[in-house]
T-cell receptor, first 111, second 116 residues
């Protein structure tokens, strides 16, 4: 079983839609959860960094962690064409441990 | 945010030659940098952790003699793909964390290597 799994998509939504991106992980020892956005042929950029369970909001982005079900989500409100990218979830056991990335979900926001 | 610069952004080489990729942290010091490999539509695969002033830590299955890593200063790490072969063609990306939290990574733009 892979340590972190993510539906690769592609996911296509109309502009203005609410997008839900999800990952599951296998080991309850993971405590740090990140979301990265990667545009084509570019390096990823950090969107959200969260610790343990709960929600974290930053502008149009909300990260949600449910440790009881080992499920993490990223919600994008009022999606824009510029949000079209691949979204990678990432996990680590401690704040200084290596980071494990999910395979990424490809998102297209259609104008 | 912090800036990580990677060079070259793309390189084409003949089979059997060696290629060096540089990763620089431009506005912070990085005692640790990370090198990844990414195949099309796949996730980032951690190859090694580069430690300033000491040997790199390689992930299982990564040939350390094939992928030489040097972290000579707090702002520069290099990855050399030695005796490159077509199967080494890939997108190589480096990252560094400005602070102690390894999850807060800043990535370079990536280097696309094509071996003919």
């Amino acid at each position: 079983q892979k340590e972190v799994e993510q539906d690769p998509g592609p996911l296509s939504v109309p502009e203005g839609a609410i997008v839900s991106l999800n990952c599951t992980y296998s080991n309850s020892a993971f405590q740090y959860f990140m979301w990265y956005r990667q545009y084509s042929r570019k390096g990823p950029e950090l969107l959200m960094y969260t610790y343990s369970s709960g929600n974290k909001e930053d502008g149009r982005f909300t990260a949600q962690v449910d440790k009881s079900s080992k499920y993490i989500s990223l919600f994008i409100r009022d999606s824009q064409p510029s949000d079209s990218a691949t979204y990678l979830c990432a996990i680590s056991k401690t704040s200084y441990d290596k980071v494990i990335f999910g395979p990424g979900t490809s998102l297209s926001v259609i104008p | 945010g912090a800036v990580v610069s990677q060079h070259p952004s793309w390189v084409i080489c003949k089979s059997g030659t060696s290629v060096k990729i540089e990763c620089r942290s431009l506005d912070f010091q990085a005692t640790t940098m990370f090198w990844y490999r990414q195949f099309p539509k796949q996730s980032l695969m951690l190859m090694a952790t580069s430690n300033e002033g000491s040997k790199a830590t390689y992930e299982q299955g990564v040939e350390k003699d094939k992928f030489l890593i040097n972290h000579a200063s707090l702002t520069l790490s290099t990855l050399t793909v030695t005796s490159a072969h077509p199967e080494d063609s890939s997108f190589y990306i480096c990252s560094a964390a400005p602070g102690a939290r390894t999850g807060e990574l800043f990535f370079g733009e990536g280097s696309r290597l094509t071996v003919l």
